[in-house]
């Protein structure tokens, strides 16, 4: 029977070659990628915090409120108007000139009166209340930079925990590394029998410690990503989310007076306890204004018969013999005194700050700076040579594990000593007000 190699119409499509199928195969059994992960710097954590954090979002609305205020400071008194309709007789009627009958007629000999009236205020009341206003306003923008320090000590604080966590999980992972190397290496003597059983066992299990490591320090990595990712008000999954920036210490910092300079000028609770200062003097000499009297202008028209209409001009002036505002004035006075000691403390509270951070910074940096010079390359190289000599049977198994053991601690002291010192960094910048120190 003869078949015919024309496609007969309606018929389905031809099957996919063979290459293409198995490509298609392949590609289905790939695993899915992962999305790509971000890395932020410390500038792109502070953009972020400043543009998405709640609590700071909600302090600066405080500062609109003050602004808002400002406009209500400076505005003048309202004129009044006043309008009567006196001589109103609810029995008058008058007789109809069409029917003769009597018309009721209440307003006939209605007089009609109104005035307008408006209050003088005197001794610059408004331009002192706008200038109150301001200086609230202006200790509203030195608390809410209060309030960022010490928030953004917290932010500084969680990126260097998740810098920290990082630089101990990479250490973990270069200690398992190592291990495994070193695993190689006496399994092979073991085969060549130059190692027992016993020892070899001893090292297969030496390497639960550096997995149980590495599993720590994979979990805190992951919860100071969750911690630095609740203040940004971020919800990345963290597999997406990481940081990246120098672990590291600067080995130059200023001197003590340097620092204290720096705070004293740019500390915001300080600044706002001078503002505050200020602000109690302007509101003294706005009571001793609002004790003087206030005079109100009136102009009033109205229409008498035979006149058909007259204007006249009033002033009145309060006595201000028994009320003359006595007890604000003597409030606002000791309200300065107490500002000024407030002021007083807030200056002790801003030295005390920067002492106490440096002298933690210079204790943390007394301690790294023999880590970085001595201590590290001396477990470096003890462990190396221990090694080689355990290999050589020179040294016991237990020296070996010995001088592991001081190369992990010693080497995860130093992470954990650079951490110390940049948060101690941190707590620095926080006591001076404005980031000083990397």
Known sequence: MRTSSTPVRGSIARPLPRLACGAILVA??????APAQTAYTWQQIKDKFAAANPTLKAAQLGIDESRAAEITAYLRPNPTLTGTLDQIDPLTTVP???SGNSVYRPLANTLPFGSVSYLH?????????????????????SAYSDQERGLMFNLRTAFVQTLQAKAVRQNARENLDYWDRELTVNRARFEAGDLAQVDLDRLELQRIQFESDLETATVNLRTAKIQLLTLLNDRTPIEQFDVSGAYEFADQPMSLEEFRNIALEARPDLKAAVESVELAKTNHQLAIANGSADPTFSVDFARNPPIPAYLGVSVSI????????????????????????????????????????????????????????????LAEDSRNRIAFSYQNGGASLLDYLDAEKVYRDTRLAYLNLIGSYLTTAAQMNMALGREVLP
């Open 28 to 33: 289905g059994l790939l695993p899915a990628a």
């Open 96 to 98: 109809s000139s069409v």
């Open 121 to 141: 205020e005197r001794q610059n009341k408004r331009e002192l209340r706008l200038d109150s206003a301001k200086k609230s306003t202006g200790i509203a923008v």
């Open 318 to 377: 309060p006595l201000r013999i028994f009320d003359r505002n006595q007890g604000e004035k003597a409030r606002t006075q000791i309200d300065i005194g107490r500002n000024e000691r407030l002021r007083d403390a807030t200056e002790a509270l801003v030295l005390s700050d920067v002492d106490s951070a440096y002298v933690t910074l210079a204790g943390a940096l007394n301690l790294l700076r023999p880590y970085r010079d001595k201590y590290l390359k």
